[in-house]
């Protein structure tokens, strides 16, 4: 039988104990990289400012080209400033109804010759929609870069709204909507934003309502377009291996005539809330309850956006690290999963806790929640836990920006926004020097428990028992 030296059994014991990176060297034994501090993150531009070019067409069009030349590919899109929240209640899914019908037939192409010169290219072409934007994008190998930019161009300014597509279209929302009524999640969520923002249109989601999908057709799409699709309006990008000033010119080209005009209001403001109430989808056949608690939340030009998000992470999105994951998994095994999120957009979006657990459990997870809201509140992040928070999403930040495609994402969005061309270069810094009092009064002006919207899907006969020392319960039907 083999015996390591006594040296090496020291070693091993000092790793397990105290872990690869932070146990001692020993004497006259030069540490292994693993075994050393990782080197401190350094802030520095997100991109080379020589290879990033903005201009501003005479229409208004705003183009943003990043240069990046290290693989033969190019992604290009056009993305407009408005999306479903200009949507009116009674025409609810007009938004995604029309991004999908434009990526169904544009120029002289219909559908299938559209897809087919795109999938004869290995390429992609998508267009889609949010509370916020219209986007519309193709990507592929550079040496196409003709093509693609023709498809793109024909997508954006020339969508045909085909009438058997318009059916198609329709019918294929219709049966999503009708799908998606089966998720208790989805069901939780649909809930939730419809007793949030009643006579607005967050409150049904991008995707409609089953009558209101009904009625759309080539009309209300060719309407909506013309609306949003406006050069002021709308930012063309396209990041890869590419020549900027001939792109520049082309672009020019292409979308210099496009005719001008107004540039839609972003919508009405969502409506505040005051009071506590309690709204049970009933779902007999579940055992298991979805369960969302929440109230308005912030806009993404919030001025304190950044101690919101730190506050935010040591609250319920930093994974096991979180107080509710700590608190509703760790320590009352109540549930596999729970988080908090402030959904940033152009007008209020909502903040909200979600999770489930066993339907006899909903009443103690509903009272963890709300004790754990007024306990952010009341108990602020320690100094300790901002760090963590604080190191959470420096990395996470770094992260997200991998490639150059995501950079030019993060840039158009700062453009769409109206936040400063700067914030990503910025955004660590501004993490670190966040201070204790900073997440305190985000924690205590932006938490709001007393005036929170519990929505729980399940049994109401099980459910309403439990629900009713929180607040007034209203049942309704899924």
């Given amino acids: 039988m083999r015996y390591l030296p006594a040296k090496a059994l020291l070693v091993a014991f000092l790793a397990l104990t105290f872990g690869c990176s932070s146990f001692p060297s020993l004497p006259g034994r030069t ?50 400033r408005r999306g ?4 009116p209640a009674s025409e609810a899914g007009l938004a995604d109804f029309t991004a999908e019908l434009m990526g169904r037939g544009a120029g002289t192409r219909t559908a299938l010759e559209l897809a087919s010169v795109v999938d004869a290219l290995g390429a992609s072409l998508g267009v889609s929609a949010s509370w916020d934007t219209l986007s519309a994008g193709v990507g592929g190998l550079s040496r196409d870069r003709d093509v693609l930019f023709e498809v793109l161009a024909d997508v954006v300014l020339r969508p045909r709204f085909d009438s058997d597509e318009v059916d198609r279209v329709r019918a294929e929302q219709l049966a999503a909507l009708e799908k998606a009524r089966e998720s208790p999640e989805t069901l939780a969520a649909w809930n939730f934003a419809a007793a949030l923002n009643p006579g607005h249109p967050y409150q049904w989601p991008t995707s409609g309502r089953p009558e209101t999908v009904a009625r759309l057709g080539a009309q209300q799409a060719r309407a909506f377009h013309q609306r949003v699709f406006v050069p002021a309006n709308a930012i063309f990008f396209a990041v890869g291996d590419l020549d900027p ?3 520049l010119a082309r672009v020019e080209e292409a979308y210099g005539g496009w005719a001008s005009g107004p540039v839609p209001e972003p919508g009405p403001e969502p409506p505040d809330r005051t009071g506590r109430d309690i709204v049970v989808v009933d779902r007999p056949d579940l055992g298991q309850a979805q369960i969302i608690i929440g109230h308005p939340g912030i806009t993404r030009q919030e001025p304190r956006r950044i101690p919101i998000q730190v506050m935010n992470t040591v609250l319920g999105s930093a994974g096991f690290s979180s107080r509710l994951m700590s608190k509703i998994r760790a320590e009352e095994g109540l549930t596999y999963g729970v988080y908090s999120q402030f959904a940033g957009r152009r007008l209020r979006g909502p ?22 809201l007024t306990r952010i509140r009341n108990e602020p992040p320690s100094a300790e836990e901002l760090a963590a928070a604080k190191s959470l999403l420096v990395g996470r930040f770094a992260l997200g920006l991998e490639t150059s495609a995501a950079v030019l994402s993060g840039l158009v969005e700062l453009d769409v926004q109206g936040l400063p061309a700067d914030s990503l270069d910025t955004y660590r810094g501004r993490i670190r020097a966040l201070i204790p009092e900073q997440t305190a009064a985000a924690a205590h002006d932006f938490v709001r428990p007393d005036d929170a919207l519990i929505v729980v899907v399940g049994p109401a006969e099980a459910l309403v028992p439990q629900l009713e020392t929180f607040g007034p319960v209203r049942v309704v039907q899924p």
């Avoid at 693993?34 to 501003?56: G, I, S």
């Fill in 31 to 80: 540490p292994h990289a693993w075994e050393l501090a990782p080197a401190p993150a350094q802030d520095r531009p997100v991109v080379d400012a020589a290879r990033l070019h903005r201009r501003t067409l005479d229409n208004g069009l705003t183009v943003i080209v990043l240069e990046d030349r290290r693989l033969p590919r190019l992604d290009m899109g056009v993305r407009v």
């Fill in 84 to 87: 479903a929240a200009i949507v």
């Fill in 245 to 247: 000033e001939a792109l």
């Fill in 351 to 372: 903040f909200a806790v979600g999770t489930f657990t066993r339907v006899p459990e909903v009443g103690r997870v509903v009272e963890l929640t709300l004790a754990e």
